[in-house]
């Protein structure tokens, strides 16, 4: 079983709107819940099983409000096909603050089982720490089968990185603009 950590810095400022687009489907979904959360940041969790509709962060600025960073999307790619989260066929979605435990089967493009962890993190009497803009992702994958299944996960932020570039240091690859960094 391999896992996958990935860990979002918000540090920026945009729009405001709590809808987004389901990938691929062109219509408008709204988003249905804010369960990952600390101090500085708070992320929709829609459901449905699709992460992440939309990231709201805390400008600290006695007075602001929640500020929206944009919605990043994660979907399922192999040979060309692709598809969100949403499109495996059986989900297990548990929703319970601060955490967010979800896991897929039965997918249209692999055969691999997935199981994704996702929380900002928040420690008691750690005022520090409850206040980082930091998403954390980790992603297990297991293969029911004995053929070897290769796929990609596919990350797409819609605005959080409109002037970055990609990176390959230290075993880690990602994108990092001025204000954040995906690794």
Request: aromatic share 8%.
């Amino acid at each position: 079983m391999r896992i996958f950590r990935i860990i979002l810095l918000s540090a920026l400022a945009s729009a405001t709107a709590l809808v987004g687009r389901s990938a691929g489907a062109g219509r408008e979904n709204i988003f249905d819940g804010y369960p990952v959360a600390n101090f500085a940041l708070t992320v929709n969790a829609a459901e449905n099983g699709e992460l992440y509709g939309r990231t709201l962060r805390n400008p600290g600025k006695l007075g602001d409000w929640l500020q929206d960073e944009g919605a990043v999307r994660v979907e399922v790619e192999k040979n060309g096909a692709r598809h969100p989260l949403s499109g495996f066929a059986k989900k297990s979605v548990a929703r319970a603050f601060p955490f967010v435990r979800n896991s897929y089967s039965k997918s249209p493009v692999t055969a691999a089982n997935m199981e994704i962890e996702t929380f900002c993190p928040l420690a008691v009497n750690d005022a520090l720490t409850s206040s980082l803009p930091v998403l954390m992702l980790e992603m297990k994958f297991k293969n029911p089968g004995s053929r070897l299944e290769e796929f990609s996960i596919v990350i797409t932020p819609d605005s959080l990185f409109s002037d970055g570039a990609t990176f390959d240091t230290a075993g880690l690859t990602g994108v990092a603009d001025a204000r954040c960094r995906l690794t």
